[in-house]
């Protein structure tokens, strides 16, 4: 749905650039989850912790949105 939406305003530098950076926090995301995994057979405790930061991440607001709003 992100890709199609991207698509639509790729005429839009402004939008395209905050598409990019969300598809980045999106792959991060993904690449921290996944060392989470590996990471839990090291210390359970890291791990928590990565699971419990990722969604935090998507709960504070973008700097963008906070900028347009003032």
Do not use: G
Not at 17 to 26: A, D, P, V
């Amino acid at each position: 749905m992100r890709w199609e939406i991207a698509r639509q305003h790729q005429h839009d530098p402004e939008m395209s650039e905050y598409h990019s950076r969300m598809q980045l926090k999106n792959m991060s995301s993904a690449f921290l989850y996944l060392t989470a995994a590996a990471l839990a057979h090291v210390s359970v405790y890291i791990a928590y912790f990565i699971y419990v930061l990722i969604p935090a991440l998507y709960f504070l607001p973008e700097k963008k949105l906070a900028a347009d709003s003032d």
